[in-house]
């Protein structure tokens, strides 16, 4: 199974995102912010692909942002995008090539889906 960077500032929907995953059988890493999440994906630590959160604190685009250096330093990563807000074309623009979308609040079988549709 995958190896997925689960990055999320409100911790209980960190936990549980981690826990949706790993009950998959998915291994989970995770980050409260972009600068935890970068030293993640800078590190020799294998990562397969990125569950981040568009909007983090103290990061108004963080996510988008953060996708963008972490699929440059690896282009194999693979993404889901979450977001509780709307999504503007500005953000939409940002988006890294084959992301999907998972709006908030989602399903256990909604995040599942997503991640394994990734894989296919």
């Known amino acids: ?27 989970t890493l995770s980050a409260s912010d972009v600068p935890e999440a970068l030293a993640l994906v800078q ?7 990125l ?8 990061a108004e685009h963080g996510g988008l942002e953060l996708t963008q250096k972490a699929v440059a330093a690896r282009p194999q990563l693979r993404v889901v995008y979450t977001t509780a ?3 503007t074309d500005g953000m939409k623009a940002m988006f890294v090539d084959g992301a999907a979308i998972l ?16 894989f296919r």
């Open 1 to 27: 199974m995958a190896c997925v960077l689960v990055i999320e500032d409100e911790e209980q929907v960190r936990v549980l995102a981690e826990a949706i995953l790993q009950d998959e059988g998915h291994q």
């Open 85 to 87: 807000g709307g999504l």
């Open 103 to 118: 709006p908030k609040p989602y399903l256990p079988d909604d995040l599942r889906a997503a991640v394994a549709a990734l």
């Open 51 to 58: 569950f981040t959160d568009i909007q983090l604190k103290n």
């Open 43 to 49: 590190s020799d630590t294998r990562i397969d692909a």
